[in-house]
């Protein structure tokens, strides 16, 4: 997207996809020969929900269907000066995990199912903020929406 005058911060969504207690991580590529742990998740288009995104985002990296989402976090990602997200993130068990797929695999190296800390080294900034917050998976009607800013 073409961006005009001064930057701003642009608002992406992530999603907690979840499947027999874990979380479905993708190694993607953040620089031509690097690559980091992501929750699958990208920007809100123009005219889109969050909630519409989230949905959008799985089922074009992952081929996955979800069931209901829940709001659980905010994350504040400042990349750099002039790069700085605002993630959304929800939570959302997974349908069909049979039907995981590489869809973009010039993008994504692959998904894998994991326990939320098990994943530790080459976090996407994002990611590594919502692991810093008091966001934990499954918790379910426990659940405050947790910030991390
Ligand atoms: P584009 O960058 O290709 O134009 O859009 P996209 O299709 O939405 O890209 P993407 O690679 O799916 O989205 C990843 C971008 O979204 C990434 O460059 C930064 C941004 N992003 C955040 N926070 C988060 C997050 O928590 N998870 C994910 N997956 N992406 C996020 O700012
Ligand atoms: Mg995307």
Not at 30 to 57: C, H, K, T, Y
Not at 59 to 78: S, W, Y
Not at 89 to 104: D, G, N, T, Y
Request: glycine share 6%; aromatic share 10%; proline share 6%.
């Amino acid at each position: 997207m073409e961006l005009i005058g001064e930057p701003v911060p642009r608002i992406a969504v992530a999603v907690i996809v979840t499947h027999n207690r874990r979380v479905l991580f993708g190694k993607r590529r953040v620089a031509d020969s690097d690559f980091e742990w992501q929750l699958p998740g990208g920007w809100i288009n123009i005219g889109e929900s969050p909630m519409q995104a989230a949905v959008r985002e799985v089922r074009e990296e992952t081929g996955l269907t979800l069931g209901i989402l829940e709001f659980v976090a905010l994350t504040n990602n400042i990349f750099s000066p002039k790069n700085h997200s605002i993630s959304l993130c929800f939570e959302a068990e997974c349908v069909e995990p049979e039907k995981l797929m590489i869809k973009e695999p010039e993008k994504c190296l692959g998904w894998q199912w994991c326990e939320w800390h098990e994943v530790e080294d080459k976090l996407f900034l994002p990611l590594a903020n919502l692991m810093k917050s008091d966001y934990r998976p499954f918790i379910g009607d426990k659940r405050t929406v947790s910030f991390s800013i």
